[in-house]
């Protein structure tokens, strides 16, 4: 039976890999797909586009989800329906912080943004979610290749605030795809969304 994944987010965790964040149409739930960058675009094609739905033959699961046989791209998202999509599946930042399953994905609505800045060369933010305060690596690879491009420019301080004051601006939303992986006690931003 094909699957329907909708591509909310892509963190590069090695040099040409990456893990990318659906939301599998058929189970209702958020997965990662662990995949090499020859896997994601062929030509001008990107099968795992954010906001994009790739429908692929079958997933493989077991103690990783893979995309089996034939990608294509079925639908795009626009940047309304994928605000819809995210304010639907928003929960509670302190549920996600409880929860203690071995991996975890939640998406969050970020309040206001406090600061965005860079420690260890290593983008942070901190934020105000449900009331709570928190302070979490970003790991999405927009946001990772855009800070690389800054710094080399120096201008990066400036545009941060600038960034952050925009997302501050209420005009939109923001929303953060939290990871976690309980076993080393590690949580992260796996994506992240001004829409």
């Keep these: 039976m094909s699957r329907k994944l909708l591509t909310l987010a892509i963190s590069q965790s090695g040099e040409d890999e990456f893990v990318i964040i659906c939301y599998d149409e058929l189970k209702c739930r958020l997965i990662s797909i662990e995949l090499h960058r020859e896997e994601i675009f062929k030509g001008e094609i990107v099968y795992f586009d954010i906001g994009a739905v790739t429908e692929v033959e079958t997933l493989r699961e077991g103690d990783f989800v893979y995309p089996v046989g034939t990608k294509s791209i079925v639908q795009r998202y626009t940047r309304n329906q994928l605000s819809k999509f995210f304010d639907r599946e928003t929960v509670n930042i302190e549920a996600f912080k409880i929860n203690r399953n071995v991996e975890k994905f939640s998406i969050i609505?970020?309040?206001?943004?406090?600061?965005?800045?860079?420690?260890?060369?290593?983008?942070?933010?901190?934020f105000w979610a449900n009331g709570v305060r928190n302070d979490y690596l970003i790991k999405d690879v927009r946001w990772g290749s855009y800070i690389l491009h800054h710094l080399i420019k120096d201008t990066l301080p400036d545009r941060l605030t600038e960034y952050k004051n925009l997302i501050n601006s209420k005009d939109k939303s923001t929303f953060a795809i939290l990871y976690k992986y309980e076993k080393y006690n590690v949580e992260w931003i796996a994506g992240l969304h001004w829409l």
């Design 109 to 126: 609505k970020i309040t206001s943004v406090q600061e965005i800045y860079v420690n260890r060369e290593k983008l942070r933010i901190k």
